[in-house]
Every structure is written in structure tokens, then in C-alpha cells.
């Protein structure tokens, strides 16, 4: 099991900026992608933005020039920087790692609130 604490969520005005962070314990190994989902009031769960083992990243398009992603491979950790906060930005985010192999597997984070007002 992998463990996920997301922390960094809060409320910020319309263009501002916040960072998310995300640790892991457990059985931190074989880990392939790491990441971050959103889900807004009404909606799906959806992508934000994702970092697979090797480098390879990628982007809601929604997101795209705004948000950018860290990974940590020695820490087992991840972060989101998001600048030029929108209020469609408004939702749960949640920290997301997948495990491949024989000990494949998901794991979510309980989620952090992230409010950006008009």
C-alpha cells in the first residue's frame, strides 16, 4: 500500500498562485506515473497533470502554460505549481500514484480544497 498526503490547497484571488504538494509512505516502490486530479462541485474527477517514469508529462489543456508538475524521484514526492489561477481552477485536488508490475496498483490522496475567487 502507498500512502498519499496532499498538502498546499487554500483560497486565492482570480490570477494568483499556489503551490500543492504531495509526500508518500508505504511501499513506495515501483511506482511509474505520479500526479494530479481534479474534481469540481457537479463534476467528474478529471486530469490535471501527470509524470511518468523517464520524464514524460502531461497536461489538461485547460492547464497548459499555467500549471507545471515536479516529481521527486528520490523522495517519492510531487507537486504542482499553478500560476494564473482561474475560478474554472475551483475544485478537490487530488494527488494520484500508479504502481506497475507485480505490485501494480492506484492510490489516491484524501484531497485538498483549492478556492479561486473572482
Known amino acids: 500500500q502507498v500512502q498519499l498526503v496532499e498538502s498546499g490547497g487554500g483560497l486565492v484571488q482570480a490570477g494568483g498562485s499556489l503551490r500543492l504538494s504531495c509526500e508518500t509512505t508505504g511501499s513506495v516502490f515501483s511506482i511509474n506515473t505520479m500526479g494530479w486530479y481534479r474534481q469540481a462541485p457537479g463534476k467528474s474527477r478529471e486530469m490535471v497533470a501527470t509524470?511518468?517514469?523517464?520524464?514524460?508529462?502531461n497536461y489538461a489543456d485547460s492547464v497548459k502554460g499555467r500549471f507545471t508538475i515536479f516529481r521527486d524521484y528520490a523522495k517519492n514526492t510531487v507537486r504542482l505549481e499553478m500560476n494564473n489561477l482561474k475560478p474554472s481552477d475551483t475544485a478537490v485536488y487530488y494527488c494520484?500514484?500508479?504502481?506497475?508490475?507485480?505490485?501494480?496498483?492506484?492510490?489516491w490522496g484524501q484531497g485538498t480544497q483549492v478556492t479561486v475567487s473572482s
Open positions: 494520484y500514484v500508479k504502481r506497475v508490475g507485480a505490485a501494480r496498483g492506484e492510490y
Open positions: 509524470h511518468s517514469t523517464g520524464g514524460s508529462t
